[in-house]
Nanobody, 126 residues
Framework: QVQLVESGGGLVQAGGSLRLSCAAS????????MAWFRQAPGKEREFVGA????????TYAGSVKGRFTISRDNAKNTVYLQMNSLQPEDTAVYYC???????????????????WGQGTQVTVSS
């Protein structure tokens, strides 16, 4: 069992930056690939990016590539999402998620993640 707690959300002006954190419980954090998703009002939850178990591989959605960076610190059981050049369309609740290691590597699919945090609100004003 893994419990995930996000933090770092807030209100920021367009062009600004935020860093989200996701703290995980348990001693097996490095047994999971980690991802960030987001969900805007009235929209489906969408993939933002993911990082593999040791931080060596990352993948991003096209809409955030070059602006967002995912990293993890296994010693601190924490995954981060650095968000730069934020735009109003980035406004959403951001969720971190954990997936047990499996064949196929990093996945952008919601149903392939086993544990979820409660989410943190990010609002970008124009």
């Amino acid at each position: 069992q893994v419990q995930l707690v996000e933090s770092g959300g807030g209100l920021v002006q367009a062009g600004g930056s935020l860093r989200l954190s996701c703290a995980a419980s348990g001693r097996t954090f490095n047994s999971y690939n980690m991802a960030w998703f987001r969900q805007a009002p009235g929209k489906e939850r969408e993939f933002v990016g993911a990082v593999n178990w040791n931080g060596g591989i990352t993948t991003y959605a096209g809409s955030v590539k070059g602006r967002f960076t995912i990293s993890r610190d296994n010693a601190k059981n924490t995954v981060y999402l650095q968000m730069n050049s934020l735009q109003p369309e980035d406004t959403a609740v951001y969720y971190c998620a954990a997936a047990r290691l499996r064949i196929g590597g990093l996945s952008p699919r919601v149903h392939e993640y086993d544990y979820w945090g409660q989410g943190t609100q990010v609002t970008v004003s124009s």
